[in-house]
């Protein structure tokens, strides 16, 4: 059974900063990509960054030069470091792990969800 929990979501003003943890138990994390994605009210689930288990990583347009996904292997964590924050980031954030070895932009890609940490942006 695999686990994972966010951690890290809050309230933060335009142009601020987070750093979003998901911590997941069971065996062999290392080897398996892993993703994170967002919800924003009323939307659909949308990509937001990617690991691979060689650390290769993939990003949505949207973020790009704001957000870098890294991953610490010893701890089983993926993190998000989510920088010049705006009102369209406003989401709930949901970290996943891939069903191989890569990341994807793919939703379907991925088995196992955490249960989301809200990220509110303030104007």
């Known amino acids: 059974q695999v686990q994972l929990v966010e951690s890290g979501g809050g309230l933060v003003q335009t142009g601020g900063s987070l750093r979003l943890s998901c911590a997941a138990s069971g065996r062999f994390f290392s080897t398996y990509g892993m993703g994170w994605f967002r919800q924003a009210p009323g939307k659909e689930r949308l990509f937001v960054a990617a690991?691979?288990?060689?650390?290769?990583?993939y990003y949505a347009d949207s973020v790009k030069g704001r957000f870098t996904i890294s991953r610490d292997n010893a701890k089983n964590t993926v993190y998000l470091q989510m920088n010049s924050l705006d009102a369209e980031d406003t989401a709930v954030y949901y970290c996943?792990?891939?069903?191989?070895?890569?990341?994807?932009?793919?939703?379907?890609?991925?088995?196992?969800w955490g249960q989301g940490t809200q990220v509110t942006v303030s104007s």
């Open positions: 690991i691979s288990w060689n650390s290769r990583t």
């Open positions: 996943a792990r891939s069903l191989g070895s890569s990341g994807s932009d793919d939703q379907y890609a991925y088995d196992y």
